[in-house]
């Protein structure tokens, strides 16, 4: 029987449990595998004292200090790699091998901004002959931040690889459904010499841990990643007390084939991109806008590669796709199927949950999809594809921009003329053409519209967990 860890607040350097949990459960089976502390507001004041005290330790230490624990830290969980991708492919139901795969990219973001953050240069503004004005970049402060549960390791890593790195502490509260990952992060900080308090992490109900350490004087940013609704209504908060945020939104990804492009290649790539964490993925591909010379070859070969995904249990090596994570996503799919097939669309592949224990449901593919359809409009976040023909590359990207979501955005052509097209008109945050890959440490993240602002990843990255500084320098006075 695979062990899931003994999960635990990290408050102060220091591990604690609490009274009250939540059970997490395995999607795959439906069993209780572990439980989740609920944080008190007696730790979370613990938290934030810790947090102040860690960043006054963690500002003042050199960037290369930082690098140095941050790297080391990274080491340490590519060394756990394949116990924390056990423990993640539990709570969450991925792949085994995609959960391997999301310890690598969780330790890419540690590695990256642990070099950003040598290179967080200042500036000096010329100027006439007996003053400098010298711009700095300086730790913004203590970091409020709250990770999702469809990536346990990666999405945290975003969040505290960037904060630690400019030099701010942190209070993390990640998803209760999924608390491995974070606490796996947690433990290698901690092995790796981080100072007390610089990073803190809890867990309990998002609404009364986000209300409450929001307003506190001692929170300077608040990063989130997850729905546009709850990021609203965070930045609401924050906006009452003069908090900037950094907001990763959701998304309804359009994907547009041009008239030029391989129909067969794209189809198949595209069917085994969406299967790729079932689906729960903010930038899943997801509305397919196909010209229609090609629909119909491009539609064929999706169905046949959807069809042939292998759905099953983690651990099993054969599977491709694992369950969805909670239950609340079987039953998001079967609403927003059944709309659609009385608006008239086309089921091609899928459409019903393959058994009633464990929260599996296949690859579901939907054709000659009406506007008014409400998976349309609202973000599926599971493995369902809705293929629908466009007459041209302008429609295609009319119906692209239709929605009032923009954080990624994917398309397949080899010509110049289109790819200009799609670089000045689509609207998103991250455009990928001929790859449905949406980012990459080294490049910046992040939406437009109602998708949020700010951006993560990327020389861009760590500039929203600084303060500008402006410093303008006398050099006689009198």
């Avoid at 491709?320 to 927003?336: D, K, Q, S, V, Y």
């Avoid at 939907?366 to 429609?395: K, Q, T």
């Avoid at 009319?398 to 923009?406: D, I, Q, R, T």
Wanted: hydrophobic fraction near 40%.
């Amino acid at each position: 029987m695979t062990q899931y860890p003994d999960i635990q607040l990290y408050i102060g350097g220091a591990w604690r449990k609490t009274a009250e949990s939540l059970p997490v459960i395995n999607p795959a089976d439906e069993t209780v595998v572990g439980h989740t502390p609920i944080a008190t507001r007696a730790d979370l004041d613990d938290a934030l004292a810790a947090a102040e005290r860690g960043f006054k330790v963690w500002s003042a230490t050199s960037p290369a200090e930082r690098a140095a624990i941050i790297m080391r830290a990274a080491a340490i969980m590519r060394e756990r790699q394949d116990e924390i991708a056990r423990a993640i492919t539990l709570e969450h139901g991925k792949p085994f091998e995609q959960a391997r795969l999301e310890v690598i990219r969780g330790c890419e973001f540690f590695e990256w901004d642990a070099g950003e953050g040598l290179r967080t240069y200042g500036r000096v503004i010329p100027s006439k002959p007996g003053i400098r004005y010298v711009v700095v970049h300086q730790p913004i402060g203590t970091v409020a931040a709250f990770s999702p549960w469809n990536f346990p390791l990666s999405q945290p890593c975003r969040k505290v690889a960037g904060a630690l790195a400019a030099g701010c502490s942190i209070i993390l509260k990640a998803a209760e459904e999924t608390p491995a990952g974070a606490m796996h992060i947690a433990r290698a900080l901690h092995d790796a010499g981080l100072p007390a308090g610089v990073m803190n992490l809890v867990f309990g109900i998002p609404s009364e841990i986000s209300e409450y350490l929001i307003p506190h004087q001692q929170t300077r940013l608040v990063a989130f990643t997850g729905s546009t609704a709850v990021g609203k209504h965070l930045t609401e908060i924050a906006a009452r007390h003069m908090k900037p945020v950094l907001m990763e939104l959701g998304g309804h990804a359009p994907v547009i084939v041009c008239d030029d492009a391989d129909p067969v290649v794209s189809g198949k790539l595209s069917a085994v991109r969406k299967a790729r964490n079932a689906g729960q993925v903010c930038t899943s591909p997801t509305r397919f806008f196909v010209h229609e010379s090609i629909y119909k070859p491009f539609t064929d070969a999706f169905v046949e590669r959807a069809k042939a995904v292998t759905v099953g249990n983690g651990f099993d090596p054969a599977t491709e796709m694992g369950p969805l994570a909670n239950h609340r996503r079987i039953e998001a799919l079967e609403t927003l199927v059944a709309d659609a097939r009385e608006k008239g669309a086309r089921v091609l592949a899928g459409g019903e949950r393959i058994q009633n224990r464990g929260y599996f449901y296949p690859v579901t593919v939907l054709a000659d999809v009406p506007d008014e359809a409400r998976a349309m409009r609202e973000e599926p976040f599971g493995p369902l594809a809705l293929i629908n023909p466009v007459s041209s590359l302008d429609e295609a990207i009319e119906k692209a921009n239709s929605l009032p979501f923009g954080l990624a955005a994917y398309a397949f052509t080899d010509s110049a003329f289109n790819v200009d097209q799609l670089v000045q008109r689509v609207e998103a945050g991250n455009l990928s053409i001929n790859t449905l890959e949406a980012s990459v440490p080294e490049t910046p993240f992040g939406g437009v519209k109602e998708s949020g602002y700010g951006r993560e990843g990327g020389t861009e990255g760590l500039s929203h967990y600084t303060v500008v500084k402006n410093v303008s320098h006398q050099m006689r006075y009198g």
